[in-house]
T-cell receptor
């Protein structure tokens, strides 16, 4: 099946710094990528949808200036958490989908655990 | 609607028994549903999907049932194995939509 990778797998940073997380589709071209955040013992919360070459669409309540998303190519999307604070500590998961429409399967990355001290 | 910060309900079953995990979805406009399995510290893994024009679909050891009248989805796992222990999420996608919304999830414990 299709493989999605994320890098880094875990990161620890100081409060106020910025962290970049990469999401790559390894063996397919992803026209759409999604970023989710998951707190312990909770479900995945969709943060934003990114389409290659265009601006990301953010979910209500997600600050676009804090969570910068760049989908520069059909195989790479990046999420930058700017001026990170301890409350941003979470498990960030990306997914990638080929084609359009709602029924295409999403392939999920392994997640990135962020800890902000 | 969006999943809120609920603690995960838990289902505990004996190895070899059948498991049934339930999910109530919220959007009557959703027409595509997926079940995912998530192991600790990993991303979700696709298990099985179903479209709204079906009420049942079977895979290997898994069956998904859809009841659109009451907006209910279930995942049945036959002969549950220790390796099935994980958190299971249902997810829904709206007609013509691009985003998938996850349900609250259920933690499955399989006792050997």
């Amino acid at each position: 099946g299709a493989v999605v990778s994320q890098h880094p797998s875990r990161v620890i940073c100081k409060s106020g710094t910025s962290v970049k997380i990469e999401c790559r589709s390894l063996d397919f071209q992803a026209t759409t990528m999604f970023w989710y955040r998951q707190f312990p013992k909770q479900s995945l919360m969709l943060m934003a949808t990114s389409n290659e070459g265009s601006k990301a669409t953010y979910e209500q309540g997600v600050e676009k200036d804090k969570f910068l998303i760049n989908h520069a190519s059909l195989t790479l999307s990046t999420l930058t958490v700017t001026s990170a604070h301890p409350e941003d500590s979470s498990f960030y998961i990306c997914s990638a989908r080929t084609g359009g429409g709602g029924e295409e399967t999403q392939y999920f990355g392994p997640g990135t655990r962020l800890l902000v001290l | 609607g969006e999943s809120v910060g609920l603690h995960l309900p838990t289902l505990s079953v004996q190895e070899g028994d059948n498991s049934i995990i339930n999910c109530a979805y919220s959007n009557s406009a959703s027409d595509y549903f997926i079940w995912y399995k998530q192991e600790s510290g990993k991303g979700p893994q696709f298990i099985i999907d179903i479209r709204s024009n079906m009420d049942k679909r079977q895979g290997q050891r898994v069956t998904v049932l859809l009841n659109k009248t009451v907006k209910h989805l279930s995942l049945q796992i036959a002969a549950t194995q220790p390796g099935d222990s994980a958190v299971y999420f249902c997810a829904e996608t709206e007609v013509g939509g691009f985003k998938t919304i996850f349900g609250a999830g259920t933690r499955l414990f399989v006792k050997a």
